[in-house]
Nanobody
Framework: QVQLVESGGGSVQVGGSLRLSCARSGRPLGGYVIGWFRQAPGKEREFVVG????????IYTDSVKGRFTIYRDVAEHTVHLQMHRLKPEDTAVYYCAARWGLGLHTARLEYDNWGQGTQVTVSS
C-alpha cells in the first residue's frame, strides 16, 4: 500500500497559479501511476491528469491542457501539479490517487489509493 498526502491548495483569483503536491509514504512509487482528480460541489469526481512514475509519461484531460503540468520529483518521492491561468471552473477539491500498473488510466475506479484532498478555489 502507498499512502498519499496532498498539499498546496488555496484561494486565488482568475488567471492565478497554484502548485499542488502529492507526497507518498509506504511503498515506493515505482510501478505506480499517480493521478490527480477533482470534485466540484454537486458534481462527479473527474480525472484531471496522470503520470507514470517509471518514465514520466503523462496524460491530461482536454480542459487543462496547456495550463496544468504534472511532474515528479524522484528524490522527494513527490508528484506536483503546477496550475496556471486558473479559471472559476477549476474550483474543486483536488485528490491525488495511485494505481498499481503501467496503464495511464483515467477512470476513477482504476485507482485504489487516495489522498484526503485539498481545496482549490478560483474567484473572479
Amino acid at each position: 500500500q502507498v499512502q498519499l498526502v496532498e498539499s498546496g491548495g488555496g484561494s486565488v483569483q482568475v488567471g492565478g497559479s497554484l502548485r499542488l503536491s502529492c507526497a507518498r509514504s509506504g511503498r515506493p512509487l515505482g510501478g505506480y501511476v499517480i493521478g490527480w482528480f477533482r470534485q466540484a460541489p454537486g458534481k462527479e469526481r473527474e480525472f484531471v491528469v496522470g503520470i507514470r512514475w517509471s518514465d514520466g509519461e503523462t496524460i491530461y484531460t482536454d480542459s487543462v491542457k496547456g495550463r496544468f503540468t504534472i511532474y515528479r520529483d524522484v528524490a522527494e518521492h513527490t508528484v506536483h501539479l503546477q496550475m496556471h491561468r486558473l479559471k472559476p471552473e477549476d474550483t474543486a477539491v483536488y485528490y491525488c490517487a495511485a494505481r498499481w500498473g503501467l496503464g495511464l488510466h483515467t477512470a476513477r475506479l482504476e485507482y485504489d489509493n487516495w489522498g484526503q484532498g485539498t481545496q482549490v478555489t478560483v474567484s473572479s
